[in-house]
């Protein structure tokens, strides 16, 4: 196993040595599990085709950073393991760009902890024996690379629970795991080919902010798989147009029920159904825009997107 020393990187440095390779917080992405990233986005970095963001994180990453520290003192007072850090970037002794940068080590047994800090609603998903699946496979490929048979994770939850667990290695899903990573490694990276564009809401954000601006006017002609592509999208409105009904339907009968009998809450042997007035305050522009067309001005903002709109030649 071979590591690289992070003492005496830039930031930016690090994210760039960081391109070089998969890293833990890469796994979730590339296995489906991360709802702020897709595989199609980590490839364009990995590829070098978007500009390295070296800017401010957000406010949870940035204190997520900082309470990284008491996460790990706590770990040590609660269970009188002592750790340190590595201030490496860890690298598998097969596949070299499968890397690891472990948030600390634990002295005097072959293991590591990781540390987290999660929000008050997500309490439930470290209840009893669960751990969120994409830490799960974040340490198992942690394992994976350093060569180890277990480790440790520690969460801080909402700011006042602590919680930590022992990961045992899980062979059978380090392999799915690797395989995985591989094949994005060898066959996206390496050979430029670019995963499926999929539906995730982090890509469709992805896709709108890159190709925010266009040439006006401009025309291009579309191979006959895009007749197909739209053929498709065709059938899903179709069968989402049954499903919604359905569902409206199904809706319906319950309210009808309810109204009947002048109820805001039904129970049944297995559910709680509720049907509440909720009272909405909006803004009316129109109006606004109608009796104050300089207060409307002062305050109205426009923003630029592009609408994909589809119509069939005849």
Partial sequence: MQATSTNQMTKKEWLLERRKGIGGSDVATILGFNKYNSPYQLW????????????????????????EEVVAKEFTERTGKRVRRANK?????????LN????????GEDAILECKTASTYLSDRWEGEEIPEQYICQ??????????QYAYIAVL????????????????LIDII??????????????????????????EEYIKERY???????????????????????????TKKIVEESLKEIDNQLKSELGEQNAEIGITPSYLISWKPIETTRINTKKIKKEAPELF???SSTSKSRRLSIKEIK
């Fill in 178 to 203: 690797q395989d995985r990573l591989v094949e994005f490694w060898e066959v996206n990276v390496k050979q430029g080919i670019a995963p499926a564009i999929d539906g995730s809401d982090a890509t």
């Fill in 100 to 107: 690891a940068n472990i948030d600390r080590d634990i002295v």
């Fill in 44 to 67: 364009l970095d990995k590829t070098g085709q978007i500009d390295i963001d070296d800017t401010d994180v957000s406010e949870a990453a940035h204190f997520g950073n900082i309470l």
């Fill in 139 to 148: 340490v198992q490929h942690y394992m994976n690379v350093l060569d180890k």
């Fill in 297 to 299: 001005e002062q305050y």
């Fill in 89 to 97: 970037i860890f690298r598998h002794a097969e596949y070299p760009f």
């Fill in 212 to 238: 925010a601006n266009s040439e006006a006017g401009k025309e291009i002609t579309l191979n006959k798989a895009f007749d197909d592509l739209i053929a498709k999208r065709a059938e899903l409105n179709g």
């Fill in 157 to 172: 939850i909402g700011g006042q629970k602590f919680v930590w667990k022992k990961i045992e290695r899980d062979q059978e």
